[in-house]
């Protein structure tokens, strides 16, 4: 069986249904809905959990912004492919790991992943 996102104030009577003591609260689904995505989305639990879960990502979805959604901007490096770190940074994981912090700052910065 499919599983569904359901999002506060904006719960289906299916749901609400299985609990007695359900209080619909309008004030919660005023701010809710004012997330145009949310309020009008049947979103599947297994993407979001997919989304969220993702580690790898393209290089120029690390050098866009906004950042891709739980992506530590401290670390983009971490979410590169080999191949892609290699191409960004000029150098092997190997060889940044063995850089002092300060160095491995400085070329981020110098290759725009900080």
Not at 26 to 46: F, G, K, P, W
Request: glycine share 2%; with cysteine; proline share 7%.
């Amino acid at each position: 069986p499919k599983s569904y996102l359901i999002h506060a104030g904006l719960e289906p009577l299916t749901f609400t249904n299985m609990f007695p003591s359900w209080e619909h609260r309008e004030d919660i689904a005023e701010i809710t809905e004012m997330d145009t995505e949310v309020s009008n989305q049947i979103t599947l639990v297994e993407d979001v959990l997919a989304k969220l879960c993702k580690t790898i990502y393209p290089l120029a979805d690390l050098l866009a912004r906004p950042l891709p959604e739980g992506v530590d901007p401290l670390k983009l490096e971490i979410y590169l492919t080999d191949e892609d770190f290699e191409f960004a940074l000029d150098m092997t994981r190997d060889e940044y790991n063995t850089l002092p912090a300060w160095k491995q700052v400085n070329l981020k910065k110098a290759k725009g992943l900080f």
